[in-house]
C-alpha cells in the first residue's frame, strides 16, 4: 500500500515538473509577431529561398532576440532583431559576450510550409520587397557583408 502511495507521488511530482520546463514553442511562421513576417517578406522576396531561411530564437540577457538566416547569405547575425524588431547597436565587446552567452531557443522555418513548397509569399502578405543584395546588407558585428 505505501509503495503505490510513493509511486503514485513520485509520478504526480515528475508530471508537474516536467510541465513546468515548457517553454511555449512557435509551430509556424504564422506565430511571429507582425514586424518579423513583414521583415522575413522583405527579406525573401522570391525564388526559393523560403526553403533555405530559418529564423532562430535567441534568449540573452533575458531578452528575446530572432535571427533570420538564408543558407546563401555569407554574413552571419546581419539580420538580428530584438523583440520591437530593433537591431543591435553592439560594440565588439557587447557582441563578444552576446556570442558566449546567447542561448538558442528555437530554431523554425522563416516561411510556412505552402509557401516553403511553391517559393511564392501570398500575394495577400506581400509587401514591396528591395532586391536580394540591398535586402541582405550587413549591419552585424563586422560591418561588412
Not at 30 to 52: H, R, Y
Not at 56 to 77: P, V
Not at 114 to 130: D, F, L
Amino acid at each position: 500500500m505505501m509503495r503505490r502511495f510513493l509511486f503514485l507521488t513520485c509520478i504526480i511530482i515528475l508530471i508537474g515538473i516536467l510541465s513546468c520546463n515548457k517553454k511555449e514553442k512557435i509551430a509556424d511562421p504564422e506565430e511571429f509577431p507582425v514586424w518579423l513576417q513583414q521583415k522575413i517578406i522583405e527579406l525573401v522576396p522570391e525564388k526559393n529561398l523560403c526553403q533555405i531561411t530559418n529564423v532562430t530564437i535567441i534568449e540573452y540577457n533575458g531578452k528575446k532576440y530572432y535571427h533570420i538566416y538564408c543558407g546563401i547569405w555569407s554574413c552571419m547575425y546581419c539580420q538580428l532583431f530584438d523583440e520591437q524588431g530593433n537591431r543591435p547597436d553592439w560594440t565588439t565587446s557587447e557582441w563578444n559576450d552576446f556570442f558566449a552567452k546567447k542561448k538558442d531557443v528555437q530554431t523554425v522555418p522563416a516561411c510556412s510550409k505552402a509557401v516553403a513548397s511553391n517559393g511564392h509569399v501570398s500575394s495577400s502578405r506581400i509587401i514591396p520587397a528591395t532586391s536580394l543584395c540591398k535586402a541582405v546588407a550587413c549591419n552585424g558585428p563586422t560591418g561588412t557583408h
